[in-house]
């Protein structure tokens, strides 16, 4: 099995990162808008405490999974905690330890801020995914609710 690198985006990204993207907006059976695309995108490069961070997983030097992150201040603690947003990998890859290594990713970075708290969400019907995530995290038992 060959190894798994994970780095932050780069500007070259942009393809294989909307390419990933895609999928995983594909696989939760939405759709963004251009704007939406064009403006992520931007905002992954952008300086600023509280705007999306990304990484990039590869394997053999092909892109193969993705995770967006973000900070955002609690009143539960004088330290930001870090959303998970988005992670993706690539069907072929699944199972190849891409996904630990994203998260693990994102919670090193964290910790280099003093952050602690990764967290993030899946649909109850991704079984896979849960698999992993009962491997690495655990389960709250918090449910959400949202205002649409």
Known sequence: MSDVTI?????ADHDEWRRLWT????FY??????????TTWKRLFTNGEF???GFLALIDGKPVGLVHYLYHRSCWSI???CYLQDLFT???TRGKGVGAALIDAVKQEAAKIGVANVYWMTHETNATARKLYDRVARQTGFIEYDLL
């Open 7 to 11: 780095r932050p985006l780069q500007q």
């Open 23 to 26: 999928a995983y907006l594909e």
């Open 29 to 38: 059976k939405a759709t963004v808008s251009e704007e939406v695309y064009q």
């Open 51 to 53: 705007e999306p961070k």
């Open 79 to 81: 330290v930001n905690n």
């Open 90 to 92: 690539a069907p072929e």
